[in-house]
């Protein structure tokens, strides 16, 4: 069974930084793409950065320079260090996997998927980011 668990979330003040880890387990196919969404207090679900089954990334606007996606294959670990936090950062952030044999996921598009589109998705890890 397809499984994710996130790790890394805290309360931070802006400008602070912190970094998001998630471990897949139970991967049906050896070709995914992963990527982290977040969703805050009265806000909708939001595509935030992505490595695709490429390798390729991609990122919000609101996070590119700040976020870096990256992704540890052997071990099936995503990671996303967040720099220069913002209090509009501040979600319940998580992570995500789409087998692209399902759903296309390349050229950025993990970051536009709904929720019922997903394979997977972990239960979450809060980030709070005071001002």
């Known amino acids: 069974q397809l499984q994710l668990l996130e790790s890394g979330g805290g309360s931070v003040q802006a400008g602070g930084s912190l970094r998001l880890s998630c471990v897949a387990s139970?991967?049906?196919?050896?070709?995914?793409?992963m990527g982290w969404f977040r969703q805050g207090p009265g806000k909708e679900h939001e595509g935030v950065a992505a490595v695709d089954n490429d390798g390729d990334t991609s990122y919000a606007d609101s996070v590119k320079g700040r976020f870096t996606v990256s992704q540890d294959n052997a071990n099936h670990t995503l990671y996303l260090q967040m720099n220069s936090l913002k209090s509009e950062d501040t979600a319940t952030y998580f992570c995500?996997?789409?087998?692209?044999?399902?759903?296309?996921?390349?050229?950025?598009?993990?970051?536009?998927?709904?929720?019922?589109?997903?394979?997977?998705r972990g239960q979450g890890t809060l980030v709070t980011v005071s001002s």
């Open positions: 995500a996997l789409i087998y692209p044999a399902h759903t296309y996921c390349g050229g950025g598009d993990t970051l536009n998927l709904p929720t019922w589109a997903l394979d997977a």
């Open positions: 139970g991967l049906r196919y050896s070709s995914y793409c």
